[in-house]
Each structure stands twice: as C-alpha cells, then as structure tokens.
C-alpha cells in the first residue's frame, strides 16, 4: 500500500515543449504476439527508422526487461499480471517526456494491456496484433522454446507456455494488425509509420529552428 505521504509533483515544463524537442506526440506502440511472431524483429526496425528520421524512440523489450527491472518475476500468472503491470507504468512516464515508446512483450491477456491503455490519454495507447500463426512460431523457434515446451508436456509437465498450455487472447480491436505471415519485417514498419504519420504522431522539423 503506497504512504499518505506521497505527493505527485509537477514539473515547470509543458508536455508540448518536450514534443518540440523529440518531434513527435507521443505514443505507447504495444506489440503483443506469441513468442517467435516477430515481435523483437519489427520493434527494433521501427525503433531504428523513427531514430533516422529524427523522432526520439526507445524499444522495451520483454527479455531485456527481466534482466533488471523484472529480475524478480517469474512466469507464473500473477508474475506476468505484475511484468506487464511494471512496464506499463515505465511506458507511461516514457511518453510523458515525450518518447515514442516501442514495447515488444507476449503480453498474452487482454486485461493486462487495457489496464496499460487506461494509464494514458485516448490516442496515446496504440495495440499493434504482431498476428504469426502457432505454427510458423514453432517453425521459428528461434530460442528453442517451443521444443523445451513441447517435450516438457510429452512428459506430463507444464511450462505454462504461451500458445500451448497457457492460453493467448488476441486483441480484439487493435489500431494496426500485422498478419505476419504475409508481411516483411520492413513492409511491417512501413504499415506503423503510415499509421503514425497519418495520427500526427510525427511531427515537422521546426522551420524557425
């Protein structure tokens, strides 16, 4: 339970001066998907294309995440409940400075990433369904995950493991749904910049700068 002495103290400076300054409105850009979609592969594509154009972003990625931040977590249920929950508010105060914020995480439950869009303002929230197939993700593989799963449940035990015995509830209504298994990495970024350029997330260079 957080202390009564806890006070949420404003800054001196405006949201808009720092969208002058990253040159863009900000915005969480939530890939979810099963492992192995693709997820990590667009994110840091993106990441490096808004970068050459000169839109500050940043990529939070699932695994990098539990290195530090989420060392302590688990995959239980209420691990993951509690994974997406943190990051949630990481991608809330990465936004209020004004960062295009790019989170790659299975994030496999609808209420968990509602719970992530109910933090910001309309708009602000942008679900992207990176939609992969279970079994081109098998096919992938590319940790040897699906494998470890598979065998774990041949002998009775469970991992629960995305897309197997754990189940994935794809979003509903996403603002950008990427049918991967028909789409490039780069023509995947493509369908994301057209999206945010035609939302007024990319900001104009300042012509008086």
Same mark, same amino acid.
């Given at each position: 339970?957080?202390?009564?002495?806890?006070?949420?103290?404003? /800054? %001196?400076?405006?949201?808009?001066?720092?969208?002058?300054?990253?040159?863009?409105?900000?915005?969480?850009?939530?890939? +979810?998907?099963?492992?192995?979609?693709?997820?990590?592969?667009?994110?840091?594509?993106?990441?490096?294309? %808004?970068?050459?154009? =000169?839109?500050?972003?940043?990529? %939070?990625? =699932?695994?990098?995440?539990?290195?530090?931040?989420?060392? @302590?977590?688990?995959?239980?249920?209420?691990?993951?409940?509690?994974?997406?929950?943190?990051?949630?508010?990481?991608?809330?105060? !990465?936004?209020?400075?004004? %960062?295009?914020?790019?989170?790659?995480?299975?994030?496999? !439950?609808?209420?968990?990433?509602?719970?992530?869009?109910?933090?910001?303002?309309?708009? +602000?929230?942008?679900?992207?369904?990176?939609?992969?197939?279970?079994?081109?993700?098998?096919?992938? @593989?590319?940790?040897?995950?699906?494998?470890?799963?598979?065998?774990?449940?041949? /002998?009775?035990?469970?991992?629960? !493991? +995305?897309?197997?015995?754990?189940?994935?509830?794809?979003?509903?209504?996403?603002?950008?749904?990427?049918?991967?298994?028909?789409?490039?990495?780069? /023509?995947?970024?493509?369908?994301?910049? /057209?999206?945010?350029?035609?939302?007024?997330?990319?900001?104009?260079?300042?012509?008086?700068?």
């Amino acid at each position: 339970m957080a202390s009564p002495n806890i006070t949420w103290h404003p /800054t %001196l400076t405006a949201p808009a001066q720092r969208h002058a300054v990253t040159r863009a409105r900000p915005a969480i850009l939530w890939l +979810t998907g099963l492992s192995g979609s693709g997820k990590s592969t667009i994110a840091v594509a993106l990441e490096s294309a %808004l970068i050459s154009a =000169g839109h500050l972003a940043y990529v %939070l990625d =699932g695994d990098n995440v539990r290195h530090g931040l989420n060392k @302590d977590l688990a995959f239980s249920p209420t691990d993951r409940i509690e994974n997406i929950r943190r990051i949630g508010e990481v991608a809330k105060l !990465f936004t209020d400075a004004g %960062l295009l914020t790019i989170t790659a995480f299975i994030s496999p !439950f609808r209420a968990d990433r509602d719970l992530v869009r109910s933090l910001v303002a309309p708009g +602000t929230f942008i679900e992207i369904f990176i939609d992969t197939p279970l079994e081109i993700c098998e096919q992938r @593989d590319p940790k040897g995950l699906y494998k470890k799963a598979r065998a774990a449940l041949a /002998t009775g035990q469970g991992l629960q !493991f +995305t897309g197997l015995d754990s189940p994935y509830e794809p979003p509903l209504n996403p603002e950008i749904h990427l049918p991967t298994a028909n789409l490039t990495p780069d /023509t995947a970024v493509q369908q994301i910049l /057209t999206y945010l350029t035609e939302h007024n997330h990319l900001l104009p260079p300042d012509p008086t700068a």
